[in-house]
């Protein structure tokens, strides 16, 4: 009986210190985008999301990146603009087919709305 109750504390201690050892994992590092004129460059990296990218392609990148996009209304859009999504005031503008502008609070390129 002994034995058996040691063997079962033991394992307990076990999935203990696993626990402590996943608190030392650092969290996960997003993309950084950096706006351009062309698009989005990924900073430490030569790769790019530039304007003419299917929003299949460039959405999702940025939710696994940044998190779920907020979208927002078209308001003050030029013609052709069906969507705006916001990432905590980067706002990309897509038409049914291709990213074609984005804008922040103190910059904008492509078509971006008002």
Do not use: H, Y
């Amino acid at each position: 009986m002994r034995a058996g109750l040691f063997a079962l504390a033991t394992v307990s201690l076990a999935a203990c210190t696993g626990g402590a050892q996943m608190a030392n994992v650092p969290a996960r590092v997003g993309a950084q985008f950096v706006p351009d004129e062309r698009g989005l460059a990924i900073e430490g990296t030569a790769q790019r999301i530039d304007f003419g990218r299917s929003p299949k392609g460039v959405v999702p990148v940025l939710e696994r990146e940044l998190g779920r996009g907020q979208a927002i209304p078209l308001t003050g859009c030029p013609d052709g603009v069906a969507q705006q999504v916001d990432w905590d005031g980067l706002i990309l503008t897509f038409t049914n087919e291709r990213f074609v502008g984005w804008r922040t609070a103190s910059a904008r390129a492509g078509q971006a709305c008002a």
